[in-house]
C-alpha cells in the first residue's frame, strides 16, 4: 500500500480526538503498517499478516497472537463451504485429504515465518550474520513450497542482511525477488517491488 506523508499526517490528525478500529489486513511488511498507526488517542489497530512484523512488536509494542490451523473438521467444512459452487460431486475423504495437505504445508509455512521472525530479531540487533543464516533458512523453505510471495519477501530481507558482508549476493537476492514479485500488482506487491528497486539503485 503506498503512503505519502500528506495523507498520513491528515489522517492523524482527523483520528487525534477519536476512538475507531482500524483493520489492516494481510500486511507485508512493518513498515507498510507503521505509517498508517494513530499517533495518540484511544484507537484499536488489529493488523493481520502471514509474517511475525517483529518490528512492530519490538517498536511500536505491538502484541503478537500467533493463529494456529483449524482442525480438521472445520477445515473440512470451510473447504466444503468455499468449492461446494463449483466442486459439488467431491467426496468428504477428498476434502480430508486436502485439509490433511493444507495442514502440512501451513506448519512449513509457519515454520519459516518462525525463522524470519528469529532473523529480523538479529537484524534489529546488528548481528547481520546470524539474520543471514535464518532468513536464507525461511527462503529455502518458501523455495520448497514454491510460494512465490513469501520467497520474494525473504529474498528482500536477505539481502539487507547481506548488504554490508557480501554486496554481490545481496544483489543477486535483489534480482531474484524481483523475479518472483512479477506476477503479483496489487498494492502490497507494489511497495515491497519499490524498496527492493530502490535499494538495487542505491548499491549500484
Not at 153 to 167: F, I, K, R, S, Y
Request: aromatic fraction near 4%; proline fraction near 5%; charge should be positive.
Amino acid at each position: 500500500m503506498p503512503v505519502t506523508r500528506r495523507p498520513c499526517t491528515a489522517r492523524r490528525s482527523l483520528l487525534a480526538d477519536r476512538r475507531v478500529l482500524i483493520l489492516l489486513d494481510n500486511a507485508a511488511t512493518a513498515s507498510q503498517v507503521r505509517p498508517l498507526l494513530p499517533g495518540s488517542g484511544g484507537s484499536l489497530v488489529i493488523v493481520t499478516s502471514r509474517d511475525r512484523l517483529a518490528g512492530l512488536a519490538i517498536r511500536d509494542g505491538a502484541r503478537r497472537l500467533t493463529l494456529g490451523t483449524l482442525p480438521e473438521a472445520e477445515a473440512v467444512a470451510l473447504l466444503r463451504a468455499v468449492t461446494s459452487d463449483y466442486r459439488p460431486q467431491d467426496d468428504e475423504q477428498k476434502y480430508q485429504r486436502s485439509a490433511m495437505l493444507h495442514r502440512r504445508l501451513g506448519d512449513r509455512s509457519r515454520e519459516a515465518l518462525t525463522w524470519r521472525g528469529t532473523g529480523r530479531t538479529y537484524a534489529a540487533t546488528e548481528r547481520p550474520e546470524e539474520a543471514a543464516a535464518f532468513h536464507r533458512q525461511a527462503a529455502a523453505v518458501h523455495r520448497e513450497l514454491r510460494d512465490t510471495w513469501e520467497l520474494a519477501v525473504e529474498l528482500h530481507q536477505l539481502a539487507e542482511a547481506t548488504d554490508a558482508g557480501d554486496p554481490a549476493a545481496a544483489r543477486t537476492h535483489r534480482t531474484e525477488a524481483l523475479t518472483h514479485l512479477t506476477p503479483f500488482t496489487d498494492p502490497r506487491a507494489h511497495a515491497l517491488r519499490a524498496l527492493v528497486e530502490q535499494s538495487l539503485a542505491g548499491h549500484g
